[in-house]
């Protein structure tokens, strides 16, 4: 799963880059004030104001994470119907991933669960419950994470038969030995490892070790 974590990570980090190189340049002028408490701006005064306040971002400098951080969550907040307010969560959620020490987990949780829960039709949901499973495994939220992998093995059972999907079945076996379920978890290893040769070496290696830890508990 570090691997397909890792793959993810770089995706998500050359997605950011190009909707970086792809931002428009706007006219200048300070943004808007922030709306009176309570007041929510219509549409048109909430795609004018994103507008602005991402054309800030395009001269900020790259290494101000805080005006990135706090221009982002303008957006968000004060223009939520707007597909800016959708690519702020996205671009937010990669500094708290990239751009400290280490990956700020909490945040990222909490940015994507809005994301999926206020945009469920968004293009970044497939990308977001990635993020959000991984940010789960890391924060040790297994329940959570259960749910998502459900999503996909229990809607949607003919998933358990693609050998592309081997290395995402050990994170999904994982949740469920992590949630009590040790029986379902063997079965799931033990599907990966009937894949043989159609999976990669050391995934078809990484279930059967599961396998005998499982089995000696």
């Given amino acids: 799963m570090k691997m397909i974590a890792k793959g993810f990570r770089i995706a998500a980090i050359l997605f950011s880059l190009f909707l970086s190189l792809c931002a428009l340049s706007y006219a200048d002028g300070p943004p808007g ?5 309570g007041t929510k701006l219509t549409l048109p005064e909430q795609e004018e104001l994103a507008k602005e306040l991402f054309t800030i971002m395009v001269k900020t400098d790259t290494y101000d994470l805080n005006t990135f951080i706090a221009l982002y969550g303008r957006v968000i907040k004060e223009c939520p119907d707007t597909a800016k307010a959708q690519i702020s969560l996205w671009r937010l959620s990669n500094l708290y991933l990239f751009s400290g020490d280490k990956p700020d ?26 993020r959000l499973l991984n940010a789960y495994e890391e924060t040790g939220n297994m329940k959570k994470a259960l749910l998502l992998y459900e999503e996909i093995f229990v809607q949607h059972p003919e998933t358990l038969d693609d050998p592309k999907l081997a290395a995402f079945m050990l994170g999904y076996a994982k949740a469920l030995a992590a949630t009590g379920n040790s029986q379902k978890a063997v079965s799931v290893y033990n599907k990966v490892i009937s894949f043989g ?13 599961e396998v005998q830890k499982l089995g000696t508990k």
């Fill in 197 to 209: 040769d159609r999976a990669q070496d050391f995934i078809v290696d990484i279930a059967k070790d």
């Fill in 105 to 130: 987990y909490p945040k990222i949780v909490e940015l994507m669960e809005h994301l999926i829960q206020r945009y469920p039709d968004s293009p970044y949901i497939p990308n977001a419950k990635q």
């Fill in 33 to 37: 004030p922030a709306p009176a408490q």
